[in-house]
């Protein structure tokens, strides 16, 4: 059987034609004769597929045919058969290689360009044979085409207009035909800001000679601005430009200025009129000093007075791609080295970094909504969000660092990243996507040669322009993905960069470096309130000095980060922790990163460091915890299951239990840096910390019980035969732990049926040393003391009691005080069986029906009483006293725990541990009146606020408010006090507690 043999229009579907009955008629055009005859070859001489490989294959042979027709309408010099020109066509399209490559590429990428080589077919050398252009050799390519002698009869913009084009033809087959098109984006953006000079050169000279004679008397300079200053333009945009004039020798400026603006007038007049050739595309001055209210030309000194007195923050931004274009090169350098200091000095105006923000939102705004999600250029994620980002960050630390004052966008980026401004990989995927977003830009405006940021819309756009950067299945789908997925990284590094906090404050500040003087440092360190400025001119040399990537991190951390310690009570103390942690962490690359990039971490880290020894301390042990600044979740305190979960993880990693306890402790400090850095930076507030310390503490001693549990488990060779719970007591029950506290506790077990009582004694006991010991003995991480001093009989009583032991001897043998306590009293760690069957001893004794008798109230105030007059340490003052002075934390604790004991058996939220639910319960309840719980309430805050705040501030307990005035200020700060308020601390607490006094003497001693 004959195999079927596909038509030639099935060949040309399969091979990318969208129209193949049209494809196959054009074919058979008899321009093509000898070229593609007979069709049964048309497939085997590789022009076909060449055609297939174009962005639009029927594009480009419906040009392939326009171009053959318009050279053989060329007549042939006598005596020839056949046009020269149209033979060498066929020749070079006969042929497999670049020649023909770079032909096809350009009769399927632009209809503009076609319908230019359609009237001047002559010009497909110049795609063929294109060379990589240089900037010179186009400058003399365009004034000569220009010349009179090089324009022949045509008109100076026609000659003009078709030379750009020309040159044009050979910038855009190299581009189509590149391996790579995206890789070499800059490269073809440069060669068309090469060109663009070169035109503006040219027009330059037609200007000149329109003028005519006297057009000498002045010295005009063309400054690039945007694109074409930063050698980054497209096919088709404005050329944005500034005139500069400067007189010729012996001419004034006002006959200079006359002059300098009627040859502007004249270029921009050649560039931008319409003629039979078309035009170039528009020269816009209006970025010029007062816009298009403004003169045309001014000289160097009126544009420097300019910028000096009345430039807004916009205007410095745009001078960043001040370059010269054309005209006069010294009046031109002469230009750039007035105006560049001013740019660079730009960002210390007020409100620079938000001025700069706020434009970027006004252009984003502007967008049509109907545009907004086509836009490449000034949409969310699109061109303008990298533009905008980069020169930003070059404005803001292109002050000191001049490797960074870069007109060009992707060189600006590249040395951002090298420079440490800007992380590497942040960096990289920010110039790729760059790269893809223009290279989709340039691809659209080739088509019809016309000025578009918009993405498409219809199938046949789409596919043309997948296929243009080397998509092939399902070219129109993938180019949507490809340019979304490019500009979801563009929006979400552009509001990381854009928006890091670090650029507003280091905007405001001035860095220390080599440009001071030793003395001068220190007298700028001194300035900003460091006691010590000679130290820590020590610290930051150590910190600064070298090549490294890390060194130069740090030169652009350090101004803003000694801003924000000098904002702290002890800037000194925050920048020496400041260098321990930073030479512990910095050859870690997340650190350094971390404060550049992730939000408020490095303002963060300077309050912690600042404002705490306590965490200073912490830090030394565990630099890594830092990380915890870098995320906003990571500051929200970890509940009791989540730190069960990773201490169990942990602990289950090691063999012997010290070991195991150890990795607890590990984890406990490092979240006690958690609640620490989220409580230094006004996250939580005083019952937050409280229950955030308590939550970690009941986590440590559950698994650190299961640790030894398991121990001595295996020690016996078996079950431990004894259940235990941990009955938390004080400050531990209560949920209100301090940074200090001792977890105070009960511990209680009972017996497996059929073990002895004493072996489940003894192993109870043997487990509750080991923990003790474990969790309480010096090591590199924090102790946490366990108190059993409330267990029944205090010191003189066992150190675990059975639960048989217990219940008798609250129901023989318990005092007042005893009962007392047991208002505090919860399960924190155990047997959850066991935990059950305690409460229900406990409840009923401290939740009496008919409250407490008359000798039990007198009793609890003696015992009040004896606190007061014998508890409080020698040399304490009973008015400042946190916890028991006159009206302190014992005086509110006092008062409502025997509401509690006269009416918890009635009112049932008194029926709880926390002191703060209990007085609110009490309000209520109409027990105490609003204020005096408002009073209560108050001084319990302060007070505890004050006790955690002085552990932090000075990395030890202080049980008084604060006299030094030093460490007022420190601990003032840490309650919410502003800088310089601690004075008023003392005077405050005393207020608070005297009527807190005045309620409690009401209250407690009330009948």
Not at 307 to 320: D, G, M, P, S
């Amino acid at each position: 059987m004959t195999p079927r043999v596909s038509s030639p229009g099935a060949q040309l579907a399969r091979l990318g034609f969208a129209d193949p009955e049209r494809s196959e008629r054009l074919l058979r055009e008899p321009v093509l004769a000898g070229l593609l005859d007979p069709m049964d070859e048309v497939f085997e001489d590789g022009l076909v597929e060449a055609l297939s490989r174009a962005a639009e294959p029927d594009l480009a042979l419906l040009g392939l045919v326009r171009v053959l027709e318009a050279l053989r309408d060329i007549p042939s010099s006598p005596g020839e058969a056949e046009d020269v020109e149209r033979r060498e066509v066929v020749a070079t399209l006969r042929r497999r290689g670049p020649a023909r490559d770079r032909l096809v590429a350009v009769l399927g990428g632009s209809t503009a360009l076609v319908d230019h080589l359609a009237h001047h077919p002559e010009h497909w050398r110049d795609v063929s044979e294109a060379e990589p252009p240089t900037a010179e050799g186009l400058r003399q390519a365009l004034l000569e085409a220009v010349s009179p002698a090089g324009r022949g009869d045509r008109s100076p913009y026609d000659a003009l207009r078709v030379a750009y084009r020309r040159r044009l033809l050979a910038v855009t087959a190299l581009d189509l035909t590149s391996p790579d098109p995206v890789a070499a984006l800059p490269t073809v953006a440069e060669w068309l800001a090469w060109l663009a000079e070169a035109a503006l050169e040219a027009a330059l000279a037609i200007s000149r000679e329109e003028y005519g004679d006297g057009h000498a008397d002045c010295r005009l300079a063309v400054i690039g601005m945007g694109k074409t200053g930063g050698g980054e333009l497209n096919y088709v945009s404005d050329v944005d430009v500034v005139f500069v004039v400067e007189p010729a020798d012996g001419v004034g400026e006002e006959r200079a200025v006359q002059v300098g603006a009627a040859l502007a007038a004249g270029l921009v007049r050649a560039c931008s009129a319409v003629t039979a050739e078309g035009t170039l595309w528009p020269v816009d001055a209006a970025l010029r000093p007062e816009g298009k209210q403004g003169p045309l030309v001014r000289t160097v000194a009126s544009h420097r007075a300019y910028y000096e007195r009345w430039a807004k923050t916009w205007e410095f931004q745009a001078l960043l791609k001040a370059y010269p274009s054309a005209g006069d090169r010294e009046v031109a350098r002469r230009y750039l080295d007035a105006i560049r200091p001013l740019v660079w000095e730009a960002s210390a105006r007020p409100n620079f970094v938000e001025d700069v923000r706020a434009m970027r939102r006004r252009v984003e705004e502007h967008v049509p909504k109907a545009e907004a999600e086509r836009q490449l250029k000034l949409g969310r994620g699109g061109l303008r969000d990298v533009e905008f980002a980069v020169q930003l960050l070059q404005l803001v630390h292109g002050r000191t660092d001049p490797s960074l004052r870069s007109a060009t966008t992707l060189e600006a980026l590249s040395s951002l990243a090298k420079g440490g401004y800007v992380g590497r990989d942040d960096a990289a995927t920010l110039d790729e996507a760059y790269r893809v977003l223009r290279t989709l830009e340039h691809r659209i405006q080739l088509h019809h040669l016309r000025r578009t940021h918009l993405m498409p819309t219809s199938e046949t756009d789409l596919r043309r322009l997948g296929r243009s950067v080397g998509l092939r299945s399902d070219a129109a789908k993938g180019v949507v993905e490809l340019r979304a997925s490019r500009s979801r990284e563009v929006r979400r590094l552009h509001e990381r960069l854009f928006y890091r906090p670090l650029l507003a404050a280091a905007a405001r500040m001035r860095t220390v470096d080599g440009t001071l003087t030793p003395e001068q440092a220190r007298e700028r360190l001194n300035a900003l309130g460091f006691l010590d400025p000679a130290g820590a001119l020590r610290h930051i040399e150590a910190l600064t000095t070298g090549v490294s990537r890390r060194a130069a991190i740090q030169r652009a951390l350090l101004p803003v980060m000694l801003g924000w310690l000098a904002d702290e009570a002890d800037p000194d103390a925050g920048l020496l922790a400041f260098r321990r942690v930073s030479e512990d962490l910095g050859t870690i690359p997340w650190y350094l990163k971390m404060l550049r990039d992730e939000g408020r971490a490095a303002e963060r880290l300077a309050r912690v460091l600042g404002r705490s020894r306590y965490v200073a301390d912490l830090l030394a042990r565990s630099p890594e915890s830092v990380a915890i600044l870098g995320d906003d979740r990571g500051l929200v305190p970890r509940t009791v299951e989540q730190l069960g979960l990773t201490m169990r993880s942990a602990a289950g990693r090691k063999s012997e239990p010290d070991a195991a306890v150890l990795a607890v402790r590990g984890i406990r400090r490092h979240e006690l840096l958690r609640i620490a850095f989220a409580h230094l930076n006004g996250l939580l507030d005083v019952e937050q910390v409280g229950h955030a310390l308590t939550d970690l503490a009941e986590a440590t001693l559950q698994v650190s019980l299961e640790a030894v549990v398991r121990h001595v488990e295996d020690k016996v060779g078996g079950p431990l035969g004894t259940d235990l719970v941990v009955i938390g007591m004080g400050s531990l029950g209560g949920r209100g732990m301090g940074y200090a506290s001792d977890a105070d506790v009960v511990v209680v077990h009972r017996a497996h049926e059929g073990v002895a009582d004493e072996d489940a004694q003894a192993r109870a006991l043997h487990v509750v040393q080991d923990l003790r010991r474990y969790l309480g003995e010096a090591g590199p991480d924090p102790a946490l003391g366990v108190d059993a001093d409330l267990r029944p009989e205090g010191k003189a009583g066992p150190l675990v009691r059975s639960l048989a032991s217990y219940e008798a001897y609250f129901h023989r043998w318990a005092q007042t005080w005893e009962l007392q306590a047991l208002l505090r009293a919860r399960p924190v760690a155990g047997d959850p069986d066991l935990a059950r069957d305690v409460l229900a001893v406990i409840d009923p004794l401290r939740h009496r029906a008919d409250g407490v008798s008359a000798a039990q109230v007198r009793d609890i105030r003696l015992m009040k009483a004896r606190v007061e007059a014998e508890r409080l340490p020698r040399g304490a003052d009973r008015r400042t006293h946190l916890k028991l002075g006159l009206g302190g934390i014992t005086d509110v604790e006092w008062t409502v725990q025997l509401l509690q004991l006269r009416h918890a058996g009635r009112v049932e939220g008194l029926r709880t541990t926390d002191t703060v639910e209990a007085l609110e319960a009490a309000r209520g309840a109409g027990l105490l009146t609003p204020a005096a719980a408002d009073d209560l309430r108050a001084a319990w805050e302060l007070a505890t606020g004050l006790r955690r705040a002085s552990v932090l501030w000075r990395g030890r307990p202080v049980e008084s408010v604060p006299s030094d005035l030093r460490d007022a200020d420190g601990v003032g700060r840490i309650v919410g006090r502003g800088a310089g308020e601690g004075t008023t601390l003392e005077d405050d607490y005393l207020r608070a507690a005297r009527r807190c006094r005045t309620v409690m003497e009401q209250s407690f001693y009330a009948d």
